[in-house]
């Protein structure tokens, strides 16, 4: 089992409807949870991150960790066609040196 | 200017032919990755650098070997290029010194071997 899961489908979804992603674990030590953005032919850039379990809200975006689940989830509400991209989740445990990522969303935003 | 740059951009190689490719930052961090991904599995890590006397191998280093000639620079070479090794590279960096969830990436190198 990968320690961590994320369904790579591509997604599309009409302009103003809310995205749900989702990502789960099984490496109970994660603590840090992180979302990237990669928009076409750039790499990767963080977007959100949360620590421990809850929720984050950062405008048009909002990160959700479950740690009883071992389940992590954003949302985009009245997503744009800028939100066109992929979505990665990673996660890091505390004194380890690396992220653990997740296979990447295909996010398509139509106008 | 970026803070993370890699170059080449691209590149098509042949099977067998050694090739290195290479990354610069401006960001003073003192931790350097290289990562490759691939259609369906996601980012990869290859090898990681704490620093210039420190360096790791990642999840899938086989084939591929680095040097950190300084703090801001960290290169990877395939000694002998296969096929499969056609991929999208990125170099990222992070600091000790704050929170390590953070990683900066390159823009990325695409690499073709035939």
């Known amino acids: 089992q990968k320690e961590v899961e994320q369904d790579p489908g591509p997604l599309s979804v009409p302009e103003g409807a809310i995205v749900s992603l989702n990502c789960t674990y099984s490496?109970?030590?994660?603590?840090?949870f992180m979302w990237y953005r990669q928009y076409s032919r750039k790499g990767p850039e963080l977007l959100m991150y949360?620590?421990?379990?809850g929720n984050k809200e950062d405008g048009r975006f909002t990160a959700q960790v479950d740690k009883s689940s071992k389940y992590i989830s954003l949302f985009i509400r009245d997503s744009q066609p800028s939100d066109s991209a992929t979505y990665l989740c990673a996660m890091s445990a505390p004194g380890n040196n690396r992220l653990a990522f997740g296979k990447g969303n295909q996010v398509v935003v139509i106008p | 200017d970026a803070d993370v740059t890699q170059t080449p951009r691209n590149r098509i190689t042949k099977t067998g032919k050694r090739i290195m490719l290479e990354c610069s930052q401006t960001k003073g961090h003192d931790r350097m990755y290289w990562y490759r991904q691939d259609p369906g599995l996601g980012l990869r890590l290859i090898y990681y650098s704490f620093d210039v006397k420190d360096i790791n191998k990642g999840e899938i280093s086989d084939g591929y070997s680095v040097s950190r000639q300084a703090q801001a620079k960290f290169s990877l070479s395939l000694e002998s290029a296969i096929p499969n090794q056609t991929a999208l590279y990125f170099c990222?960096?992070?600091?000790?010194?704050?929170?390590?969830?953070?990683?900066?990436f390159g823009p990325g190198t695409r690499l073709t071997v035939t």
């Open positions: 990222a960096t992070s600091s000790s010194t704050g929170v390590n969830y953070e990683q900066y």
């Open positions: 490496n109970s030590a994660f603590q840090y």
């Open positions: 949360t620590y421990s379990s």
